[in-house]
C-alpha cells in the first residue's frame, strides 16, 4: 500500500525554526517528485515546494522563499520541509504528496498531514 | 507565478443536477491543469489531470475540459457524496503548482 506519514508539527514561536518528516513507502521513492502542500484555517489549498526526483529542480511558493528548504533523502525514502524565521500566517495543515511522475505532474497520493501552529 | 481564477466560489445544487466548475488560467498553460477534491477531514483527492484524463479509480459523472486557459470540471448527475470543495492547479511551471482558490460545492 502506498502511504506516506508525516510528522515534526506543533506549537512554534515566531521567528524560530522547525522541521517537517514525511516517510514513504509502498512505492519506489527515487523515481518520484515530491510536493509540500499546505492549507491554513479557513483558507485554500497552497503549493508550497516541490522537489523533482533526484533533487536537481526545486521550486517554492513566493510566500517561503528564503525561509524554507525542500529536500530528499531517497536511501531513506523521506521527504523534509525545513521550516525557518517563521511566522503566524505559516500556521496551516501541511501536506506531504506524491507526484504522479519524475517530473510535476501533480500530486496524485497525499498523506494526512501534520499540524504547524506558529503562535507566541 | 501562474494565477489560477476559478468561479463560482461556492454553489448549491440538487442531486442528479449537473454541476460546472471554470478555472481561469493568467496565461496559456496549455493542458497542464489538474483538478481535485478536498472534503473536510480528509486530504486532497486527484480527479483529472492535464485537463481531462481521468484519475483510476474516479467515477465517469466527473468530466475535465479545456486548453489554453479556459477549464471546466462538469459533474454530471451530483450525488450527496460529492459535496467537498473542488480546486484547479496548473502543472505547467515548475513549483509552485498553483492552486485555484477553490469552489464549494454542496446539496440543496
Known amino acids: 500500500e502506498v502511504q506516506l506519514v508525516e510528522s515534526g508539527g506543533g506549537l512554534v514561536q515566531p521567528g524560530r525554526s522547525l522541521r517537517l518528516s514525511c516517510a514513504a513507502s509502498?512505492?519506489?521513492?527515487?523515481?518520484?517528485?515530491m510536493h509540500w502542500v499546505r492549507q491554513g484555517p479557513g483558507k485554500g489549498l497552497e503549493s508550497v515546494a516541490g522537489i523533482s526526483w533526484n533533487s536537481g529542480n526545486l521550486g517554492y511558493a513566493e510566500s517561503v522563499k528564503g525561509r524554507f528548504t525542500i529536500s530528499r533523502d531517497n536511501a531513506k525514502n523521506s521527504l523534509y520541509l525545513q521550516m525557518n524565521d517563521v511566522r503566524p500566517e505559516d500556521t496551516a495543515l501541511y501536506y506531504c504528496?506524491?507526484?504522479?511522475?519524475?517530473?510535476?505532474?501533480?500530486?496524485?497520493?497525499w498523506g494526512q498531514g501534520t499540524t504547524v501552529i506558529v503562535s507566541s | 507565478d501562474i494565477q489560477m481564477t476559478q468561479s463560482p466560489s461556492s454553489l448549491s445544487a440538487s442531486v442528479g443536477d449537473r454541476v460546472t466548475i471554470t478555472c481561469r488560467a493568467s496565461?496559456?498553460?496549455?493542458?497542464?491543469v489538474n483538478w481535485y477534491q478536498k472534503k473536510a477531514g480528509e486530504a486532497p483527492k486527484l480527479l483529472v489531470y492535464t485537463a481531462s484524463t481521468l484519475q483510476s479509480g474516479v467515477p465517469s459523472r466527473f468530466r475535465g475540459s479545456g486548453s489554453g486557459t479556459d477549464f471546466t470540471l462538469t459533474i454530471s448527475g451530483l450525488q450527496p457524496e460529492d459535496v467537498a470543495t473542488y480546486y484547479c492547479?496548473?502543472?505547467?511551471?515548475?513549483?509552485?503548482?498553483?492552486f485555484g482558490g477553490g469552489t464549494n460545492v454542496d446539496i440543496k
Open positions: 496565461r496559456n498553460v496549455d493542458s497542464y
Open positions: 509502498g512505492f519506489t521513492f527515487e523515481d518520484y517528485a
Open positions: 492547479q496548473q502543472i505547467y511551471t515548475s513549483p509552485p503548482l498553483t
Open positions: 504528496a506524491k507526484d504522479r511522475g519524475l517530473g510535476f505532474g501533480g500530486m496524485d497520493v
